[in-house]
């Protein structure tokens, strides 16, 4: 099976969790609506869709995975609706559509954000045929992940980062936290799910270390070369900000020469995996070449 077919056979299951799993809560109709708005408006699916890839690295086919993969996307898109505020990025368009607070108005973007987020953590909880010891596991690294130690923080950074030139350590900084943090949570949680060893996991999380810092780089040479059409957003918008991107700080190629250098060390990490990691490997050079 290659990363088409891995993607078509497990994306359609994907969305019908995740969709299910916000329908089925008691909720205000407009707050389900626009939480839905977000989730529907598609996007990659990349953080669940690690999960996945990892539980088929170790052929570990259990629903449970779909669950996790969800409740990442919940995250996920909570981050983006509320990146997309007037008092943050400002953004009108993501995913090619109206982003939610143009559509719901400020204070129920907000809250739709605030939903997901906390939905997420109920949706680890409630798992059926996952151990307590996992749960709180997965529960514990999600919090860290989403959180002041990961996302969140990685924001503030990022935000106290504008209009001055950051090195590049503190620019890394920023990503490993704001972009890598729950795409190394959702590699090590497929690896939870999984029962792998130690050094399995450890070798994964190099991985994720690599995928993460090299998925944004890819973003900011895409905000330069991409158009808003092929992006779904805007494009150069992180210039307009006078935001630090790799680009800005190393030059286009040689931030393509860094996107370079992080795929391969993913690459390297895999090897340590006695097993056959060709979906992963597939997913690393899937996020060097991507177009949007």
Do not use: W
Not at 146 to 155: C, D, I, K, T, W
Request: with cysteine.
């Amino acid at each position: 099976m290659n990363l088409k077919q891995f993607i078509d056979e497990n994306l359609p299951k994907l969305d019908e969790v995740l969709y299910e799993l916000v329908r089925t809560i008691k909720a205000p109709a407009q707050l389900k609506e626009s939480m839905l708005y977000s989730l529907e408006a598609g996007g990659k699916r990349i953080r669940p869709l690690f999960v996945l890839a990892v539980c088929d690295l170790f052929h570990n086919k259990k629903n449970e995975a779909y669950v996790v993969g969800a409740a990442v996307e919940m995250i996920h898109t909570y981050s983006l609706i509320h990146d997309d505020l007037p008092s943050m990025d400002n953004d009108d368009m993501r995913r090619g559509k109206p982003t939610n607070h143009v559509i719901f108005g400020d204070a129920l973007a907000t809250l739709a954000g605030d939903a997901l987020n906390t939905l997420s953590f109920g949706v680890l909880a409630r798992m059926e045929n996952v151990s307590s010891e996992k749960k709180i596991e997965l529960i514990n690294l999600l919090s860290v992940a989403a959180g002041a130690e990961g996302m969140v923080g990685g924001q503030v950074l990022d935000i106290d980062g504008e209009n001055r030139s950051l090195s590049l350590p503190e620019l890394e900084n920023v990503h490993i936290n704001k972009t890598g943090a729950l795409l190394r949570f959702s590699i090590e949680s497929g690896a939870i799910l999984s029962d792998a060893t130690t050094e399995e996991r450890s070798a994964l999380v190099e991985y994720a270390h690599h995928i993460g810092l090299a998925f944004q780089i890819q973003d900011d040479i895409l905000d330069i070369v991409g158009t808003t059409e092929e992006l779904g957003k805007t494009a150069g918008k992180d210039v307009e900000s006078h935001k630090s991107t790799y680009p800005a700080l190393l030059t286009l190629e040689g931030a393509k020469q860094k996107l370079e250098e992080h795929y391969d060390y993913a690459i390297t990490a895999l090897r340590k995996i006695d097993k056959n990691t060709a979906i992963l490997e597939e997913f690393a050079q899937y996020i060097v070449k991507r177009h949007n």
